[in-house]
């Protein structure tokens, strides 16, 4: 029956959406600290989120990933957890993350996307994310712990340091998703079903 067809598409979908949260959140909890924003593996797997799963299952997942995480859950970098965690000087990184994922997915919807527009497509997500999470980072700073810095002081902080990695995270991230895509595909997990009685 076709009711039973976009049943099991809707089941399947909701197993790769909740797939791609859990691996974001093993991904934060994997820290290299070098300051007040860590480096993880975060932006490797929201980008590839993105890309794998389409603008509004990609967000999704990240979106789910922000509901553990805010309800108790360590799953934020370093183990965090908590509403705090959106107050504190990573916290405009995680509405930014959900941004770039919805934007990396819309900019690379169609499956015969290249490599090469892939990765722009993730560069563009990430100067978004950038853009939010430093604006939050100021924000942080200068409401909750009256430290108030300038825009150069701020992005020495928490995005200069960070470019380097993050580009090579997307690089392999890039290179990943059509074979991710092609995988997923092959599995028929994203195509819809049309079943007759």
Known sequence: M??????????????????FAALICISSILIFPIGPVPITLQVFFIVLTGAVLGPKMG????????????????????????PMVLLGPTGGYLPGFTIC??????????????RLR?????VVGMAVAYAVGLAGFMASFA??????????QALAIAVYPFIAFDL??????????????AAIDRAGLLEEQHEHA
Do not use: N
């Open 143 to 152: 409401f909750f712990l009256q430290k108030p810095m300038t825009v150069q």
């Open 118 to 122: 892939i990765g722009l497509a993730m």
């Open 168 to 181: 090579v995270k997307i690089v392999l991230a890039a290179w990943l998703t059509p074979v991710l895509r």
């Open 59 to 82: 967000a999704l997942s990240v979106v789910i990933w922000i509901m553990l995480g805010t309800f108790g859950l360590p799953v934020f970098a370093g183990g965090k957890a908590g």
């Open 2 to 19: 076709v009711y039973k067809g976009v049943l099991f598409v809707s089941l399947r979908r909701k197993m790769l959406v909740s797939l």
């Open 101 to 114: 994922a919805w934007i990396v997915g819309a900019l690379t919807e169609k499956r015969t996307s290249s």
